[in-house]
């Protein structure tokens, strides 16, 4: 905590209040047992936690989307207080991110800012309370970084919608009630103008999902298939022809929720979290190697670089600034430090890296990480694609060329 | 990114802003391109003038020497920023001789006869200053240390041959590393000293002179006791690490800013090339590893102030690693990457570009080497 940013006095004012709330609504002890360090009591306490109750409880009572407006359940607060939300349900070990972590942090805000008075009466309390999970479905195998290339159709039936295509990337889609999607709407304009925005039930016929098992052997996401999907017309949001501009709510808002934040089992469940480089030096256990060593020191420095350069750029925002496309440069960093880590553990370990006897879950672990790494640098943003960013924005380089330009959609090479 | 490191918990980092425009405005009227081509084929390798006005009108030597020995009193975070500027403009004078090393040495000591003797000539500019540490082995291991001081009467003689010590020819004070009795301690001795043989190096980087010292039993004052020789010499290392980093951040981000500049004008198949990928994305990479080096520099200057003169923090040591170590590299990738970006033109002795290179290799080297650093690192956290 070298890094750590003293409380303006309304922030403070804040934390306090929200430590107040947490104290009432979570069992007898809990602050006490985190702060104190009595991890054996902590450890009791969280083991009999109904986390399922606490998503509700937190749910419901605004501190669980600050960011919308009172009438929706939010608290129509600031980004910082977000940040304070989760910085304080860190520190007490709680779940950082809801399992709607999709639902209250994209849909939501597209549906409070394109939908209409039904839309948001029908689906908002229950983001909250996760009676209704969400899903994303933009994505698909033609059109990953160029996402307004996309090709799922959508063609007006009296008072419906039917869709063909094919999403792919979509995380939680078993659990989810609804999707956010993306599809093309008229093909014969230029691409960002021909695509439209639905609410799509997926229980609705013709909707098929199918886990896409990644290279680290899970799946932790999905292909969707549509065939001759209906969606009727008041589950449109935004106009026809308007998708462009609702996706990039979805997509700002997808940048706010989930930058800075790592979405592992701690995040998602709570619990004690163990120092995260004294961990990470227990996965290597043999470091005598001068070659080692050098590596290591190189990881280590760019972690508390890593921290410095957060710790900036946290105290850019509480100074009033805007985050912009610097958050390209920690994303392009981060990722790449990652994969350098991950490597390194696999290396250290020599032919124990590839090989091990079964049930050893350390060696599992090691080799999970390293194979999961390879998505940082594609996910939520190619470092490719956030290279050009940084170029662009950052240092005023001019575009590349673009072949789509001033083309309509159904005469680009696709 | 902004290039300044605002913290809402630093209270004085508007009046840092304020003191880099300063020395920005100053060093672009006095340190262009043509005044550092002049001083590096000079034997000094600086301008008197110059010099003067900076200690004397602006300040800038004495701006982290306390107010009782005649400078103003302030500390490393200030001193950082002027030497990110003196690096951006590639200054040429003794200053990370005189300042970065000298006066972190005396300011380290516990020998007010010294400090009140030798601080206040160089917060005016009357003396310039300079630390004799590394050998010709290049080490910056203490161990390594083979000069020796032996007592001769009330005093001290030393003998033995210090390398690459910088501006060693011009100095009027010499601050040598020695092994006084088995204990590592600091001596001053003129650099007119009889028995002290100065000869200028060759030197890759043109506008930071080195010497080669020989010592043939002269007379030496020691500074500070000997038992504490060796914390004082850490000490001013850190110290001097810090500003050293400072001073490769400015040299980094001008780097990026030629290039970026460059490849924004520079047309080839009909297009600035820097709308080419392979251009765009190697500076999107250089921003990244500037900002971090800054990241990376701003923490060990906070650590460095957040200790009283004299003190050291728990983790100064560790912040001053990281900093040497990434700040050079970065340093050195900007410094590579501009010629590179500048093609042909970059590879010419008129084009600046080389200039910057030979700095940087050269500050990656001084202190101690990156992976020197990162070995350093690698003993204080565990692995």
């Not at chain 1, 509480?318 to 490597?343: C, I």
């Not at chain 2, 001795?189 to 000869?199: K, N, Q, S």
Request: aromatic share 8%.
């Amino acid at each position: 905590m070298r890094w750590r940013i003293e409380d303006a006095p309304e922030r403070a004012e804040f934390r306090e209040q929200f430590r107040g709330w947490l104290r009432n609504a979570l069992p007898d002890g809990w602050l006490d047992a985190v702060d104190t360090g009595d991890d054996e009591k902590f450890d009791k306490l969280h083991r009999s936690f109904d986390l399922g109750g606490w998503q509700r409880t937190i749910g419901s009572s605004g501190y669980g989307a600050p960011l919308w407006p009172k009438e929706y359940g939010g608290i129509s607060g600031e980004p910082w207080m977000q940040q304070i939300v989760r910085e304080e349900l860190t520190r007490n070990r709680l779940p950082s991110i809801s399992f709607n972590v999709l639902g209250v942090g994209l849909a939501g805000p597209t549906i409070i800012e394109h939908g209409n008075e039904d839309q948001k009466k029908r689906y908002l309390q229950k983001i909250l309370t996760n009676e209704e999970i969400w899903c994303q479905l933009f994505s698909e195998p033609g059109s990953g970084s160029d996402l307004a290339s996309l090709s799922t159709r959508a063609v007006r039936d009296g008072d419906d919608w039917i869709v063909n295509g094919q999403k792919v990337w979509t995380s939680i889609a078993q659990a989810a009630a609804f999707g956010m999607l993306l599809a093309r709407t008229d093909p014969d304009v230029a691409k960002h103008d021909g695509l439209t925005y639905f609410i799509l039930d997926m229980k609705s016929p013709g909707v098929e999902i199918r886990p896409l098992r990644q290279m680290s052997g899970s799946a932790e996401f999905n292909e969707v298939f549509f065939t001759d999907v209906r969606i009727p017309d008041e589950n449109r949001v935004g106009e026809v022809g308007e998708g462009w501009r609702c996706a990039r709510t979805t997509l700002m808002n997808e940048r706010v929720t989930l930058s800075g934040v790592s979405l592992d089992r701690v995040a998602f469940l709570g619990g004690t979290r163990k120092d995260p480089w004294q961990s990470f030096l227990e996965t290597i256990p043999d470091r005598t190697s001068p070659l080692t060593r050098d590596r290591l020191a190189q990881i280590y420095i760019e972690q508390e670089v890593k921290e410095v350069t957060s710790f900036r750029a946290a105290a850019a925002r509480a100074a009033g600034r805007q985050p912009g496309p610097e958050g390209g440069v920690s994303k392009v960093f981060n990722a790449e430090l990652n994969q350098r880590r991950s490597e390194l553990a696999v290396d250290a370990a020599g032919l124990g890296g590839v090989a091990w006897m079964p049930g050893d879950g350390a060696a599992e672990a090691r080799a999970y990480n390293f194979l999961r790494a390879r998505a940082n640098t594609i996910e939520g943003g190619t470092s490719e694609v956030l290279r050009n960013q940084i170029g662009e924005r950052l240092l005023g380089l001019p575009r590349e060329p673009d072949a789509d330009r001033g083309l309509a959609w159904s005469k680009t090479r696709r | 990114m902004p290039n300044d490191v605002v913290a809402p918990d630093d209270p004085h980092a508007q009046e840092r802003e304020a003191l880099r425009d300063t020395v920005r405005t100053f060093l672009d009227r006095s340190s262009t391109e043509a005044d550092v081509r002049r001083l590096m084929e000079t034997e000094t390798g600086y301008d008197e003038t110059v010099w003067k006005q900076a200690a004397d009108q602006l300040g800038l030597t004495g701006l982290a020497i306390p107010e009782e020995y005649d400078g103003s009193g302030f500390g490393p975070l200030e001193l950082s920023v002027v030497f990110e500027e003196l690096g951006r403009s590639m200054f040429c004078g003794p200053f990370f001789s005189t300042v970065g090393l000298a006066a972190s040495t005396l300011l380290a000591s516990d020998d007010d006869a010294a400090k009140k003797e030798w601080l206040p000539k160089i917060a005016s500019g009357q003396a310039i200053a300079t630390l004799a540490l590394t050998e010709e082995s290049s080490s910056w291991d203490l161990a390594d240390i083979t000069t020796t001081a032996t007592r001769d009467g009330s005093g001290w003689k030393l003998s033995g041959t210090k390398w690459y010590v910088l501006d060693g020819s011009i100095a009027d004070l010499v601050l040598v590393v020695a092994r006084a009795e088995s204990e590592v301690a600091v001596f001053a001795v003129a650099g007119d000293a009889t028995g002290l043989t100065r000869e200028p190096m060759v030197t890759m980087d043109l506008t930071r002179k080195m010497s080669r010292l020989t010592f043939d039993g002269v007379d030496a004052q020691p500074i500070g006791s000997q038992a504490v020789g060796r914390e004082i010499v850490e000490r001013a290392l850190l110290m001097a690490a810090t500003y050293l980093s400072a001073e490769n951040v400015g040299g980094a981000q001008r780097c990026l800013d030629l290039a970026a500049d460059y490849a924004r004008e520079r047309v080839q198949f009909g297009r600035p090339i820097g709308s080419f990928q392979a251009i765009k994305h190697k500076l999107a990479n250089l921003l990244t590893e500037v900002e971090q080096a800054r990241s990376a520099s701003y923490f060990a200057s906070r650590e460095a102030a957040a200790g009283k003169s004299g003190e050291t923090t728990d983790d100064l040591p560790l912040a001053a690693s990281i900093a040497k170590s990434y700040t050079s590299d970065a340093f050195f990738h900007a410094a590579a990457d501009n010629v590179q970006i500048h093609g042909g033109i970059g590879f010419t002795w008129e084009h600046p570009a080389h200039l910057y290179f030979k700095r940087a290799k050269t500050n990656q080297l001084l202190l101690g080497s990156p992976s020197y650093h990162r070995g350093l690192v690698a003993d204080r956290v565990g692995i």
